[in-house]
């Protein structure tokens, strides 16, 4: 039974081919593809909409040599959003639940902004290890511990979207086998289950995508600093 619960987070495969790839590439044939016409439908133009206030709040406080990573951050937010929300669907697989999928997105973005800071402006990059004022005594310990939070933000970042999909995944998937071994027993307690239910489907659709954007948000704050 208790392997039963994280068979869903096992990735799937077809004659022995994992399908994981095919479950990436999916979310992106959902987009509505732009026209050149000059009044679009009305997916296309709210989906024109939520894409330019998403990176019209994510670019404003960084400055214009940070503007270029619009593109690449806005396609990242809507990558993670899709694939979240699509594996809230049943008989769906999520990969964002795998932790080495988000660490591939985690660390290379992650290490992209320290070497710019590095190459950039290295005096400020190396002066976030050790604050402004730090008694002579402490230096080398703040170094240490300024050090070991910068190379554990891609670590916080992969395992944060991972813990919060799972965590949600197995408490839906709890709370509907309760309430399936209830309905004949107690009837009334399997109908209050099952609106807990639908009450946390609607929470874990808003996790879904605010795991999502608050991934993006940290990477454009790790951006701001060094740039």
Not at 8 to 31: E, K
Not at 33 to 57: G, H, K
Not at 121 to 147: D, F, V
Request: aromatic share 10%.
């Amino acid at each position: 039974m208790i392997m039963s619960f994280f068979d869903q987070f096992l990735s799937p495969s077809l004659i022995g081919i994992p399908l994981i790839a095919l479950a990436i590439l999916i979310p992106w044939l959902t987009f509505p593809t732009p026209t050149n016409r000059w009044l679009n439908n009305r997916l296309i133009t709210l989906q024109a909409w939520f894409i330019n206030r998403f990176a019209y709040q994510l670019m404003q406080p960084i400055n214009l040599g940070g503007h270029k990573w619009a593109m690449l951050l806005t396609a990242l937010m809507l990558f993670l959003i899709t694939i979240n929300l699509l594996g809230l669907l049943p008989y769906t697989f999520t990969p964002t639940t795998q932790l080495s999928l988000n660490m591939a997105f985690a660390l290379p973005l992650w290490l992209t902004t320290v070497l710019i800071g590095m190459l950039n402006q290295p005096t400020i990059a190396l002066g976030h290890l050790l604050p402004e004022g730090t008694p002579t005594p402490l230096i080398p310990i703040l170094i240490i511990i300024e050090t070991i939070s910068l190379f554990i933000r891609p670590l916080a970042l992969g395992v944060r979207l991972t813990a919060n999909l799972t965590a949600g995944h197995l408490l839906m998937q709890l709370i509907a086998t309760a309430a399936f071994v209830l309905l004949t027993i107690m009837p009334t307690v399997a109908l209050l289950t099952s609106m807990i239910l639908f009450l946390l489907t609607i929470l874990e659709v808003a996790v879904a995508m605010i795991q999502a954007y608050v991934f993006v948000l940290l990477l454009s704050l790790y951006l701001q600093e060094n740039v």
